[in-house]
């Protein structure tokens, strides 16, 4: 009989600390060796863990132009917390590197000296982060092992007169190739002269690669930007048109294919749709691509598939006194629906109650980005497949 759980076989102790809540798991790392080893570069743990792993929320505080230093994860289960009223805690999760500033001969100036990466988006249990100035910059790390790798940069020299529009980071379905997606303009000559002309173009790089590399399918909208409104669904990035004048209702980019597409709105929103655009938002719920109108009533839509056909499904329809577009997160369960407003406030809605629950971020000012992460414990270098990473140990 094993006298202490580090005496246990392998397999055993792997079973048990795959069952933990990641806040817990995370602090196992810290007790010893044996539980550091089994929960490192471990293909066995690794698959228990994700089989068994839940959804956690991510939070990146402060402004789009001046974002805090760490990434939080909300630490209580956000299942009690609505449920039993418990408190909702943050524990920071990640912090961001210190890349040295950079004198731009161009500009005339150093950029980069505030270091202001934001949270762009989560894939597959790894976060990515881009710089929103004149350096654009961007790496992608996995909080759990504090692991980051800094992407290839843009030529400088060709993108002399190119402006980026935004950066996305996917995956093909399978997760064997990591790639982002990167949307700029092009200027010719000057918007006072006669002839200026600013084109839309696509720009792909391969995760590991040495080089970005143009794409055929031209942007289907000049509106997919930093700030336009998208979730990533199973290797596909979608964004939400909800600017005014917009005749389009969803776009897409399938990082497998590198091909840009259209989803048309429910049929019941007839032609009218476009003046709501702006009381939208655009989520994921119960893995599929989900979005909600909030006008005289908060309706919840969600796309399935069924075989090869898509369609879309009104799941929720909620009295709601609740202004402005709710982000939908996830479902905690068969009946609570997780969402988020842009002003620091969490809502569960109780389907079967009929009632919303709020948690409101206490001692922040303001949200730059909310993820839902997938816990992943693999090696960011298995995972990437590249040859070195970094390690960035918390202040």
């Known amino acids: 009989m094993a006298e202490s759980l580090v005496d246990l076989p ?6 048990i600390l795959s069952r933990l809540p990641i806040k817990t798991l995370l602090a196992c790392r810290s007790v010893c060796k044996t539980f550091l080893d089994i929960t490192s570069s471990n293909p066995y743990f690794n698959s228990l863990h994700s089989s068994k792993t839940t959804l956690n ?10 974002p805090t230093r760490f990434v939080h994860l909300v630490v209580s289960g956000l299942e009690t917390a609505f449920v039993f009223g418990e408190e909702v805690g943050f524990k920071p ?73 935004g950066l996305w980071f996917g995956c093909s379905p399978g997760g064997s190739q990591y790639k982002v997606l990167r949307i700029f303009s092009t200027l010719t000559g000057r918007p006072w002269e006669m002839g200026f ?88 719920l119960g893995g599929c691509l989900s979005v909600t109108v909030n006008t005289e009533s908060l309706d919840v ?26 982000k939908p997160l996830q479902m905690l369960s068969d009946s609570h629906v997780l ?14 109650e009929k009632t919303f629950q709020y948690i409101k971020f206490d001692g922040f000012v303001s949200v730059c980005r909310s993820v839902m992460l997938h816990p992943s414990f693999v090696p960011l270098k298995d995972a990437l497949r590249v040859n070195s990473v970094m390690v960035q140990n918390m202040q």
């Open 197 to 284: 002309k600013q084109e839309f173009w696509a720009q792909v790089h391969v995760v590991g690669s040495s080089s970005w590399r143009d794409i055929e399918d031209q942007p289907p909208s000049e509106s997919l930007t930093w700030d336009t409104c998208f979730t990533l669904v199973n290797g596909t990035v979608y964004w939400l048109c909800r600017y005014s004048g917009q005749s389009k209702f969803i776009l897409f980019f399938d990082f497998q294919e590198e091909k840009f597409g259209e989803i048309l709105p429910p049929l019941e929103f007839g032609t009218g749709w476009p003046t709501n655009q702006h009381c939208m938002s655009i989520g994921v």
């Open 339 to 352: 969402m988020i407003r842009r002003d620091l406030l969490l809502v569960c809605y109780d389907a079967n």
């Open 10 to 15: 392998p397999n055993i102790l792997s079973e």
């Open 301 to 326: 839509w969600v796309l399935k598939k069924c075989d090869s056909e898509e369609s879309w499904t009104k799941q929720f329809v909620i009295d709601s006194l609740i202004e402005g577009p709710l």
């Open 57 to 66: 929320l991510i939070i990146h505080f402060g402004g789009t132009h001046n």
């Open 93 to 165: 999760m990640f912090q961001i590197p210190n890349y040295p500033p950079r004198y731009f001969e161009r500009y005339n100036m150093h950029a980069g000296k505030e270091n202001n990466f934001v949270l762009v988006n989560s894939c597959n249990g790894l976060l990515y982060f881009a710089e929103r100035n004149v350096c654009e910059r961007s790496f992608v790390c996995n909080p759990v092992t504090n692991e980051y790798v800094t992407l290839l940069e843009f030529d400088e020299e060709r993108n002399r007169r190119q402006l980026t529009m």
